[in-house]
T-cell receptor
Framework: AQSVSQHNHHVILSEAASLELGCNYS??????LFWYVQYPGQHLQLLLK??????LVKGIKGFEAEFIKSKFSFNLRKPSVQWSDTAEYFC????????????FGGGTRVLVKP | DSGVTQTPKHLITATGQRVTLRCSPR?????VYWYQQSLDQGLQFLIQ???????AKGNILERFSAQQFPDLHSELNLSSLELGDSALYFC??????????????FGEGSRLTVL
């Protein structure tokens, strides 16, 4: 079965600091990888996605993620965070062979202090 | 606004009761997914429907059932409610039955509190 691990449950940092959130998955086949963000009181929104090609993926709001196949990882980064980045971030994976069923990690709550 | 509509936004009920959560997918999307988000379990996939038919099943309890109607809206029925069923229930939609994109569009969720 697929599993997705996000190692940091809570992250607190100041504005302008750099952010990196870890994500590892266990599925060995071909995968599609996603990062979703959930701002307080809102629905989940797609930040970025990786299907194939360049393993460095750029998303909205200055976020990027790097797929490292050998490490089964898809870490999310942002060089300089803003207070408005305070949210919960979810990594998700689905295997093409298993169809369109997303498995989510446990989420990381990020608090950016002004 | 994702285009996915869920009602009700909040629901408070008692143990043993039954509730129905409703979801209208984005215009044109044929697939509807239900997820449960709780503090201890995170986001758990419950069930997927495509064009009225059940397509995939996840960690859905036997006390829970769902269906997708001809107009493509979906309902999640939760019965014999227990305290542990208190959670945020998300609906998501996608234009595809399966395939290889995996991008889902989420509603704002229905927060269920069981007292």
């Amino acid at each position: 079965a697929q599993s997705v691990s996000q190692h940091n449950h809570h992250v607190i940092l100041s504005e302008a600091a750099s952010l990196e959130l870890g994500c590892n998955y266990s599925y060995g086949g071909t995968v599609n990888l996603f990062w979703y963000v959930q701002y307080p009181g809102q629905h989940l929104q797609l930040l970025l996605k990786y299907f194939s090609g360049d393993p460095l993926v750029k998303g909205i709001k200055g976020f990027e993620a790097e797929f490292i196949k050998s490490k089964f990882s898809f870490n999310l980064r942002k060089p300089s965070v803003q207070w408005s980045d305070t949210a919960e971030y979810f990594c998700a994976v689905n295997a093409r062979a298993a169809g369109n069923k997303l498995t989510f990690g446990g989420g990381t709550r990020v608090l950016v202090k002004p | 606004d994702s285009g996915v509509t869920q009602t009700p936004k909040h629901l408070i009920t008692a143990t043993g009761q039954r509730v129905t959560l409703r979801c209208s997918p984005r215009s044109g999307d044929l697939s509807v997914y239900w997820y449960q988000q709780s503090l201890d379990q995170g986001l758990q996939f419950l069930i997927q429907y495509y064009n009225g038919e059940e397509r995939a099943k996840g960690n859905i309890l036997e006390r829970f059932s769902a269906q997708q109607f001809p107009d493509l809206h979906s309902e999640l029925n939760l019965s014999s409610l227990e305290l542990g069923d208190s959670a945020l229930y998300f609906c998501a939609s996608s234009p595809l039955a399966g395939g290889n994109t995996g991008e889902l569009f989420f509603g704002e969720g229905s927060r269920l509190t069981v007292l």
